[in-house]
């Protein structure tokens, strides 16, 4: 090895451990980044389409920006305005519920705190609140030294609000620079290297664009039929369950079961049978073989071309190693390493030493 690869060599282990140890001291930057980078690739051919037709992209990503806030704002306002007839639903029942989560209780937790009957019920919660009453004036220490510790990091609990209140401003520049940012990535490349590593970023492109659009597509699909389906069964809070699931199924596997959780449960206290919670769980199962026999499929395709069995282990190591943002990044990750072990895979196969005669 000559001298300045020697050199190089060492830089980039250098780039690569400042940038780990970054990621490690810095979530919550992360994360931000990592927001502002998937809406960019979810964004970008929208601007690409409208630099085709001749406009600058400066002012196509402007435009880009207003359709993109005009709609989030359409979705806040529907949600909100279903959420608000969904909890006025929840109140009307309330009583209800209170009711069959007290026969959901089973009998030797009952006699354990004394409510064999709902009045006790009513006394058992009773005494708590006075419990608590009393022991207020003990509470006031801890509280005080909760306030101190919280005011005296409030400049980094305004740091953390800002950094993600900026994340319209990184994704503008985002959108903005990102061919030039692709340009200067492979301007640091190596002359004679440049050709293979520009195919290498167009596999990367494709496959980074392809699962982030076609992820996040999945994910509204998804929001809208475990809604519509939750909606037709009668639960409360559905639009709200259906769209958590979806939104959570970013991470996969984790939004189907906190929809089953939560859809499930509120059955039985709404129903008290077991018929309903059979129909949330049978919807669950039958959009979930949807999604894997024909949404995915149709709408992400084989961009990603992990197998699933993979694909589970690198977001359970993911969750192990850096817990919610190594979940959000296994499944990407894992595919772009995948390119490299294709190519390092193909120069074995062609070496002297995979082809070559025997010992």
């Known amino acids: 090895m000559t001298k300045s690869s020697k050199i190089l060599l060492v830089v980039v282990t250098l780039i690569v451990v400042a940038l780990v140890s970054a990621v490690a001291l810095s979530n919550s930057l992360f994360i931000q980044l990592l927001i502002a980078l998937a809406l960019a690739y979810l964004l970008n051919p929208a601007v690409m389409f409208l630099e085709r037709k001749g406009l600058g992209r400066t002012y196509g990503v402007l435009i880009v920006f207003a359709g993109a806030v005009a709609a989030a704002l359409c979705g806040v306002l529907f949600l909100i305005m279903s959420i608000g007839g969904e909890l006025s639903s929840i109140q009307i029942n309330l009583p209800g519920y209170a009711q069959h989560l007290y026969q959901l209780i089973p009998a030797t937790i009952k006699s354990y705190l004394g409510i064999g009957t709902p009045e006790n019920l009513t006394l058992k919660l009773g005494e708590l609140i006075q419990g608590a009453r009393a022991a207020a004036p003990g509470l006031i220490k801890p509280l005080f030294l909760f306030f101190r510790q919280a005011f005296s990091s409030s400049i ?201 005669g025997e010992w």
Do not use: N
């Not at 294709?342 to 074995?348: D, E, G, K, M, W």
């Open 156 to 356: 980094g609990l305004i740091l953390a609000v800002l950094g993600y209140g900026i994340i319209p401003v990184y994704l503008f520049y985002l959108l903005v620079d990102l061919p030039r940012l692709k340009a200067a990535v492979l301007s640091l490349v190596p002359v004679r290297f440049q050709s293979g590593c520009t195919a290498k970023m167009v596999e990367i492109d494709t496959i980074l664009s392809g699962f982030i659009r076609g992820q996040l597509s999945v994910c509204g699909i998804l929001a809208v039929l475990y809604s519509l389906g939750l909606y037709f069964i009668g639960i409360d809070l559905a639009i709200v369950i259906g769209m958590l699931a979806g939104i959570m199924f970013i991470i996969p596997y984790v939004g189907t079961i906190l929809g089953i959780v939560l859809s499930v449960g509120m059955a039985l206290l709404k129903f008290h049978d077991l018929l309903h919670p059979l129909l949330c769980l049978g919807w669950f199962v039958l959009v979930q073989a949807l999604e894997g026999v024909v949404i995915t499929p149709k709408i992400v395709g084989d961009t990603v071309g992990l197998h699933p069995l993979v694909a589970l282990v690198a977001l359970l190591l993911g969750g192990q190693l850096f817990g919610v943002l190594g979940m959000l990044v296994a499944v990407p990750l894992t595919a772009i390493l995948q390119v490299f072990l294709h190519s390092l895979i193909a120069y074995y196969r062609e070496s002297e030493f995979y082809s070559g």
